[in-house]
């Protein structure tokens, strides 16, 4: 499969705790990209890598959100003690360069109890 | 104003008419346009893109650029019950590539 691989698919968890999700990009895409995407509502920019490094933050991402990509391939998306705001479906995105289109991940879909 | 806005639905056309989707966006130096379609419960999936004013077609599918007019359509022809989705309006709003999407239209195609 040479799409965008995210994991898990599926998370549940209790207010307070902390969660990781990691998405592995298309292999030859160099640009990374994190959305949230709530229901009813398009994708919410948060925040993109190129190569490792982390280039732009969006004001939606509070400091208990952290995201890397340490070795330009991979990346995981960290939110620590999690609230019932944080509920949404996280969207990875890659491309392979600037204007380029972005393909998207299947999504990790986080409810938060 | 919100950066991108797309014409409030839902949508709901007969099997084999046009549906007509519209979008408009608010950074004038935009440079490339993108329509995905989502499935309920699904992830964005990329049909469209377009960067030069004019039309694009690929298939049922037209892209409209009216850079003057910071517009942007999507036309599906002989619309079918599979096209039933939300679409979605992507806009890069920079040099860059991050997407500012909006909220979506819902199209319902009746068989």
């Known amino acids: 499969d040479t799409g965008v691989s995210q994991d898990p698919r599926h998370k549940i968890t209790k207010r307070g705790q902390n969660v990781t999700f990691r998405c592995d990009p298309i292999?030859?895409?160099?640009?990374l990209y994190w959305y949230r995407q709530t229901l009813g509502q398009g994708p919410e920019f948060l925040t993109y890598f190129q190569n490792e490094a982390q280039l732009e933050k969006s004001r939606l991402l509070s400091d208990r959100f952290s995201a890397e990509r340490p070795k330009g391939s991979f990346s995981t998306l960290e939110i620590q003690r999690t609230e019932q705001g944080d509920s949404a479906m996280y969207l990875c995105?890659?491309?392979w360069g600037p204007g380029s289109e972005a393909f998207f991940g299947q999504g990790t879909r986080l409810t938060v109890v | 104003q919100k950066e991108v806005e797309q014409n409030s639905g839902p949508l709901s056309v007969p099997e084999g008419a046009i549906a007509s989707l519209n979008c408009t966006y608010s950074d004038r130096g935009s440079q490339s346009f993108f329509w995905y379609r989502q499935y309920s419960g699904k992830s964005p999936e990329l049909i469209m893109f377009i960067y030069s004013n004019g039309d694009k077609e690929d298939g049922r599918f037209t892209a409209q650029l009216n850079k003057a007019s910071q517009y942007v359509s999507l036309l599906i022809r002989d619309s079918q019950p599979s096209d039933s989705a939300t679409y979605l309006c992507a806009v890069n709003m920079g040099g860059d590539y991050k997407l500012s999407f909006g909220a979506g239209t819902t199209v319902t195609v009746r068989a």
């Open positions: 292999s030859e895409h160099n640009r």
């Open positions: 995105a890659s491309s």
